[in-house]
Nanobody
Framework: QVQLVESGGGLVQAGGCLRL?????????????MGWFRQAPGKEREFVSA????????YYADSVKGRFTISRDNAKNTMWMQMNSLKPEDTAVYYC??????????????WGQGTQVTVSS
């Protein structure tokens, strides 16, 4: 069973930064496409970023492009998302996601428990 554990959320002022981490166990990490989704209160869960199994391809939602950076280290079984220039509209629960296919954009097989990010104005 694949387990995803997020960390790094918190409260930050607008313009600040946070780095989210996702530690993965239970499967060869390099075989998994990874990504981040978020869900704000009263809204549906939405795609934020994705990274291929080898780390060579990354994808971003237009709303975070240029501000967020996704990365992974397959030797450490860990994925990160550096979030800079945070805005109040980035406030949400952020979920780590994994897929056995080439990308989480088309489907997610495993979810983390979520970590809260709150950006104050």
């Amino acid at each position: 069973q694949v387990q995803l554990v997020e960390s790094g959320g918190g409260l930050v002022q607008a313009g600040g930064c946070l780095r989210l981490s996702c530690a993965v166990s239970g499967r060869t990490f390099g075989s998994l496409a990874m990504g981040w989704f978020r869900q704000a209160p009263g809204k549906e869960r939405e795609f934020v970023s994705a990274i291929s199994g080898g780390g060579g391809r990354t994808y971003y939602a237009d709303s975070v492009k240029g501000r967020f950076t996704i990365s992974r280290d397959n030797a450490k079984n860990t994925m990160w998302m550096q979030m800079n220039s945070l805005k109040p509209e980035d406030t949400a629960v952020y979920y780590c996601a994994a897929a056995q296919t080439s990308t989480v954009i088309t489907g997610v097989d495993y979810w983390g428990q979520g970590t809260q990010v709150t950006v104050s104005s």
